[in-house]
């Protein structure tokens, strides 16, 4: 148990009509879970929570042990990044400066390699950026302190097929570390299919499928195949 | 420097860690990996493929269980040493020979080919169970 870094149970979240329901599901260090499922089916509320960003309404949700959501010391060790998140109007390069400062744990060299993989101008202001461009930011801001669990929301949107290859590679680096872990929620099924070790698949608020990868795509399919099979493409 | 490479490729449709397997194979076989050479680790490969640990986890065990590499435990994957290629191929010509001669003994017997299959499987499954306990 004290191996897992997150471990859910009975956990039920409701937002008006909508409702999320999962019972027992954990996360162990050193693996890449791939979150799908069509729009709507939960996948940003499940990584929400786990951040802590929102509270549920029943069921237990221990990240490294605690609950974000009681205990926020938590998100030190969790980085989380999502399309819709604000950034601070500044350069860029000041914004990274700011920043590091709040991370004792924040890697200067890091950041540099990539912001510079990334095509980044650290002189660009954060609000004139482009949406390809904020994604990638907001990308090395939740990466940059080399957090324990790393939550990742559509992190591929509005990124070029260069984009996406540094994202994959950025994600498989973090898991050269076996004591860290990566989800990564996308619509891009074929970068979830390539480098994660289990699924999570989730269809109008319930798990519909969960476990390895290749188990559960099978051979001679690909992942999309696989969904439009299990009646959760979209 | 490593002096070689693998290309993954997404469109052929076979699956990356069959793709792994090929090419470590193919370099093995034709002696650009070198008998006792290191591998990269699972992780690293990961990385440098852009491929899932699992893949390239399952890659590693099936090249091990074709006799191609050897896994020692916290020190990493090398490519066998040939005497140990010669004995797993050794071990498929023996265990070919033993089976010829049960075959013959079954067609003696006046055994079907269905029956002769029904048992084998029976005894190939009741070991898989075995392992799963």
Redesign the interface.
Known sequence: MSSELIHISNLEIRRGAFSLEIDQWSLRP???VGLVGPNGAGKTTFLERLAGLRGSRAGKVSVLGRDPRVDPSVREELGFMSDDMPLFTLRIGALLRMLSGYYPNWDAGLVETLVEKFKLDPQDKVHKLSKGQGTRLRLITAMAFRPRILLLDEPATGLDVMGR?TL??SV??I??D?ERSVIISSHML?DVE?????LLVLDQGKVIREG???SLVG??RSLEEALLDWGAAG | MRDWEIRIS?AS?V???RQIVDQIGQLIRSGHLAPGEKLPSV??L??EL??????TR?AYAELENAGLIRRRQGYGSFVAEEIERASHEQALKKIREDFEETLHAARRMGLENAEIHRVFEELIEGEDEDHEQ
């Open positions: 050193g693996e890449v290859r994959l590679e498989l680096d898991v050269r076996p074929a390539r480098v994660a070790d289990r390895r990868t290749d051979e001679g | 997404e449709g699956p990356y860690y992780r690293e990961a990385a852009l491929v899932s640990l699992i893949t399952r």
